[in-house]
């Protein structure tokens, strides 16, 4: 089962921050136990999944234990808006912005368990939005000579391989959950007209490397994201689409162009 409502939750809190793998066991391991204490069924979280938010007071109860799992909400279920607010600033450039955020998702309610329910109602239509800040906050730093490639690759890829505009957004978005063939096939071809993928499908080194020092200083780090990143799969598609996973997953605001 995906946990959305863990998912949708966390990225208001880390506002596309890229999730360890240690931080999604710890969400799937609050989404456990949330719902052997809710004991909501399962086809009401698979609507949640969806963003139908169905009104049940045990959906509304497992939020409220995720909620404060995540400390969203302390133990009286108070919303904990300067704690979030911490957690936003600290990856979104708009302080506007988040105030925003936190002003539209955050509205204490008349119960903890209403409170929670309604925030995470909010920010599921707000997830899109919140999960391209990163490709956002990327495309700022680039010259528009940069993103004139960068619109043209995309294109050029989109159309050679079929794959869908919101395929490209989730991963531009470093949403890395639901993927296929196509948008594999895609990350072989852009990584190619990139200079960073050779024609028979291998990984070029020494090209990743210098565009990872642009979001890197320390020469050991780089060193160490390569050895764990570029590794070769069954097919070019896997590890093109593997290694920049990888390569986003270590450093969010690593770019190909």
């Known amino acids: 089962m995906k946990v959305f409502l863990a998912v ?3 990225s208001c809190v880390v506002a596309a921050q890229v999730l360890t793998d240690d931080q999604k066991k710890k969400l799937e391991e ?10 909501v069924e399962e086809a009401v979280l698979k609507e949640a999944e969806k963003g139908v938010f169905l009104d049940d ?9 995720f909620s404060k799992k995540i400390k969203m909400q302390n ?4 919303v904990q808006k300067e704690h979030i607010k911490e957690k936003l600033n600290s990856q979104m450039k708009s302080k506007e912005e988040v105030d925003k955020l936190l002003e539209t998702c955050l509205v204490q309610k008349e119960t903890p368990e209403v409170t929670a329910f309604e925030s995470l109602n909010s920010i599921m239509k707000l997830l899109i939005c919140v999960a391209l800040v ?3 906050v990327t495309a700022q730093t680039l010259t528009d000579e940069q993103k004139a490639k960068w619109k043209k690759w995309r294109e ?7 794959v869908s505009e919101e395929a490209i957004n989730r991963v531009v978005s470093n949403q890395f959950d639901v993927v296929d063939d196509k948008i594999k096939a895609h990350g072989l071809c852009f990584g190619k007209k990139a200079g960073l993928i050779s024609e028979s499908g291998d990984i070029l080194i020494d090209q990743t490397k210098i565009k990872l020092k642009k979001v890197s200083a320390d020469d050991d780090e780089v060193d160490r994201i390569i050895k764990k990143c570029v ?10 689409f593997q290694t920049f996973k990888c390569l986003r997953e270590e450093k969010p605001k690593f770019s190909p162009v």
Do not use: F, I, N, W
């Open 8 to 10: 949708c939750a966390l």
């Open 30 to 39: 609050y989404s456990k136990d949330c719902l052997k204490e809710s004991k």
């Open 57 to 65: 007071p045990k959906l509304q109860l497992h939020a409220l234990c």
């Open 75 to 78: 133990e009286k279920g108070e």
């Open 134 to 136: 990163a490709a956002v």
């Open 156 to 162: 050029e890829c989109r159309q050679e391989t079929g």
């Open 231 to 240: 590794v070769k799969k069954d097919t070019p598609e896997e590890t093109a």
